[in-house]
């Protein structure tokens, strides 16, 4: 295959009045007339990054014209338009003709192009709209800033006719070391392949078969003794290359990267790791670096990583959707868990069926573009969503099923914030939580009696605390007053309670801070935010290291003594499960649900005014 990349300096225009298609900005014709009002941008970037749109949100138009060979130009080749991400509805011309669209702002897309309609100079139109609006994943509302445009790599695949795609390569320990190799793909056209499994380090063949006039599917089944397993301290990586063959010679290379001998699993209320029993130590990061927005440079992402990693932490979940493949390929190198998810957060339009539709095909295109990173070890379907409603339980149960039988090797659950009022966890492969104790909630010394009444809804599943935190100004100090809110004592007081208690008690198998870093968020303006959730343990600006960020390899393994709370923690359940019930379905959640509505578009007016924009 070969791959052009249409990454580079194309031109742009808003289009506040939705006139483009009407008045066909597609045709070149029209391109020519517009040139002088059009504006350069850099492909892969949002144009939330030019300053006069930093805050918008609405249809923009991308232009870009690129010139192919004569040669790339044949009937052997099939040509393939690919997107890595675009930001929310997309649609595509090329040459003046129609595409397709795409919906959903974190996920890979592409169109199949007819040989006939590319030409040696050619000419592609892109509109991307990142409006906000009911029923779409995310839906109006969500904790983090909405980046438009054209954020991840475009580029033009030159296809062999005859080819395979989809390349599935699972892993199992089928005795003590003995492990079953499994490939699986679909097979383009018609071919022969010769495959190798290649040592990541030496480049050693370590097996090598032949498969012989494939169509439509394929299978290679190998068997290994000892290999070199992956794991978060050995992270061991193998190569798959495969190639088509012609008279017995190599011809061209159909697919060639690594992937990890790995098992992951759920055993009563234990995750193991290739049989061993594994915490997961981790840390949320949304994909935001200030100045690149969502586009971080590839060596950025790896410093985040290995910052994480030094810190002691063995898990990041990339909240709240899928980041750039980079960031995967860096943790399957450095040794990092991911948690990956889909976007549904908070109220969504669960009544509709265009959105359980929607919902499955991202988790689809989710699976299929990592299925093969052995850093990735569980899908969630949601987060924070109102799972004490039977028909958003149904439509989380069915999302579950769907991602399960796409792929059952890894962990499949959703992210929940109900203790009592969860109908739906025992469906999940492992239980979660997300509470901010001595944040939003409480003190945090209720936190081990907390966590001894989450004993009893875990259905002896492995329990993951995903989310808690506190928010600190980086740099805003209260050292005799410890309790001030949004001091960087005060975060680091609540993370380090918080961590001491989860690693003394002997049912947790996990924990997560929220967050990495300070990110951006219109609905968040009051004076130490600025627009930011402030929750990181860096700054938005990373080399701003706050007090919790310092203190985290002395306390990452690091438990307190505790009272042995769990009869109170029986008792209290049983007293407090009714109530709770009945009041979260009653008054809390319809009034979460009343608050949410207008939340951004509060913060954005705040921010247009303190910043002097019109919009
Ligand atoms: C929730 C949510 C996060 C973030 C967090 C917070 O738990 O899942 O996305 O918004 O709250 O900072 O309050």
Not at 211 to 218: F, H, Q, S
Not at 328 to 351: M, Q, R, S, T
Not at 488 to 495: A, C, G, P, S
Not at 566 to 581: A, D, K, S
Request: charged fraction near 25%; charge should be positive.
């Amino acid at each position: 295959m070969k791959v052009i990349s249409l990454n580079g300096k194309w031109k742009c225009s808003p289009d506040l009045n939705d006139v483009g298609i009407q008045d066909k900005w597609y045709d070149l014709s029209k391109f020519n007339e517009l040139q002088d009002l059009l504006e350069e941008i850099e492909i892969p970037s949002s144009f939330n990054l030019i300053q006069k749109y930093s805050l918008y949100e609405g249809i923009f138009w991308h232009f870009f014209e690129f010139k192919l060979s004569k040669d790339d130009l044949n009937e052997r080749t099939n040509y393939r338009l690919n997107f890595k991400g675009c930001n929310y509805l997309t649609l595509v011309w090329i040459n003046g003709i129609f595409l397709g669209y795409h919906e959903g702002g974190f996920t890979p897309f592409s169109f199949d192009i007819e040989r006939k309609i590319l030409k040696e100079k050619n000419f592609l139109v892109v509109r991307t709209d990142n409006t906000r609006r009911k029923g779409q994943i995310p839906d109006l509302a969500f904790d983090w800033f909405n980046w438009g445009g054209i954020y991840r790599d475009v580029e033009l695949q030159l296809l062999n006719k005859n080819r395979v795609e989809n390349i599935q390569i699972k892993t199992n320990l089928i005795t003590s070391d003995e492990w079953k190799i499994s490939i699986s793909f679909t097979v383009k056209g018609h071919l022969s392949i010769n495959w190798k499994i290649l040592d990541g380090k030496s480049g050693n063949i370590i097996k090598e078969g032949v498969e012989r006039n494939l169509e439509k599917k394929g299978h290679v089944s190998v068997t290994l003794k000892e290999p070199k397993t992956w794991s978060p301290e050995k992270p061991n990586l193998y190569y798959l290359k495969i190639a088509s063959i012609e008279k017995d010679k190599e011809n061209e290379v159909l697919f060639n990267q690594h992937f990890g001998i790995r098992q992951i699993e759920v055993v009563g209320n234990r995750i193991l790791l290739n049989k061993k029993p594994i915490t997961l130590k981790g840390v949320s990061l949304h994909e935001e670096l200030i100045q690149y927005g969502r586009t971080i440079p590839t060596e950025k992402r790896e410093r985040d990583l290995l910052d994480i990693k030094s810190l002691g932490f063995n898990t990041v979940r990339t909240a709240h959707y899928s980041h750039d493949e980079s960031l995967l390929n860096l943790a399957d190198k450095v040794g990092i868990l991911i948690l990956e998810e889909i976007p549904i957060w908070g109220k969504f339009d669960y009544k509709n069926p265009r959105t359980f539709i929607l919902a499955c095909k991202m988790i689809k295109e989710m699976i299929f573009r990592d299925f093969n990173h052995p850093s990735v070890i569980w899908w969630s379907v949601g987060n924070e969503i109102p799972i004490e409603n039977p028909l958003v339980s149904r439509f989380i149960k069915n999302l579950m099923d769907w991602a399960r039988k796409l792929d059952d090797t890894r962990i499949v659950t959703y992210v929940s914030y109900r203790i009592f009022s969860d109908i739906c966890r025992r469906h999940a492969d492992v239980a979660t939580i997300n509470f901010y104790f001595g944040w939003y909630f409480a003190s945090v010394k209720q936190i081990n009696l907390f966590l001894n009444i989450m004993r009893i809804p875990a259905y002896n599943k492995p329990w993951i605390f995903t989310e808690f935190g506190a928010g600190a100004k980086y740099g805003f100090h209260q050292k005799l007053k410890k309790f001030v809110k949004y001091s960087e004592e005060r975060q680091l007081l609540t993370l380090e309670y918080s961590i001491r208690t989860f690693n003394a008690l002997d049912h947790l198998s996990g924990w997560l801070i929220w967050n990495y870093r300070d990110f951006r968020s219109l609905s968040r303006q009051n004076k130490f935010q600025m627009g930011f959730n402030r929750k990181g343990i860096v700054s938005e600006k990373t080399f701003e290291k706050k007090l919790i960020y310092h203190r985290l390899p002395k306390i990452i393994e690091a438990k307190r003594k505790i009272m042995n709370t769990r009869f109170l923690g029986l008792l209290i359940w049983l007293i407090l499960f009714p109530i709770v019930w009945i009041l979260t379905l009653t008054i809390y959640a319809p009034l979460l649900n009343l608050f949410e509505r207008n939340v951004i578009e509060r913060g954005k007016l705040k921010e247009m005014k303190r910043l002097n924009l019109n919009q």
